[in-house]
C-alpha cells in the first residue's frame, strides 16, 4: 500500500509540473505585426531601426527574424513588419531599435518585452497581430510597449 501511495504522489507531481510548465509557454499566436511609431505627429520622432530576433530549435542563439528600416527614418504612423522569414512555432528573444525623438538628435536604443504577457509564437496566416509601440518618455529616454490583438 505505501508504494501504491508513493507512486500516486510522484505522478500528482510529474502532473503538476507538466501543467505548470504548460501556462508558463502558453502564448498567443500572431501571423505578423506592426511597429508603430506612437510619438505626436509634428514632434519629429523617427524610428531608425528595429529589430526581431527568435529562438529556433537547433540554434545556438537568436536568430534575426525580421530587421527592417535599415537608412530609413520612420514618421509618427503605423507600419507593417515582414514576417516572411520568421520559421514557423517561434518565439521572440530580442525586439529593439534605435529612435531620435528629435530632429537632428542622436538615436536613442530601445528594448521591447519579450516575454510573459507578450509572448508569442509565429504561424503564418494567423489572424492575430502583435503591435510594437515605439514612443518617446520622460526625460529623454526611448519606450516600448507591445500589444496583440
Given amino acids: 500500500m505505501i508504494k501504491i501511495k508513493v507512486s500516486s504522489i510522484l505522478l500528482g507531481c510529474v502532473g503538476a509540473l507538466l501543467c ?21 505627429t509634428g514632434s519629429g520622432a523617427t524610428i531608425s531601426a528595429f529589430a526581431l530576433s527568435v529562438q529556433q530549435e537547433g540554434s545556438k542563439g537568436p536568430v534575426p527574424c525580421v530587421a527592417s528600416l535599415i537608412n530609413q527614418k520612420l514618421a509618427p504612423g503605423d507600419y507593417p513588419l515582414d514576417f516572411s522569414k520568421c ?6 528573444t530580442l525586439a529593439n531599435g534605435l529612435m531620435s525623438i528629435k530632429p537632428g538628435s542622436d538615436a536613442q536604443p530601445y528594448n521591447c518585452p519579450v516575454k510573459d504577457a507578450v509572448q508569442w509564437v509565429y504561424q503564418q496566416g494567423a489572424p492575430a497581430k502583435v503591435t510594437y509601440n515605439v514612443y518617446p518618455g520622460n526625460q529623454g529616454q526611448v519606450l516600448c510597449q507591445v500589444t496583440i490583438k
Fill in 20 to 40: 505548470i510548465n504548460s501556462v508558463a509557454v502558453a502564448a498567443s499566436i500572431v501571423g505578423g505585426g506592426i511597429l508603430k511609431n506612437g510619438a505626436l
Fill in 87 to 92: 520559421p514557423q512555432g517561434v518565439s521572440p
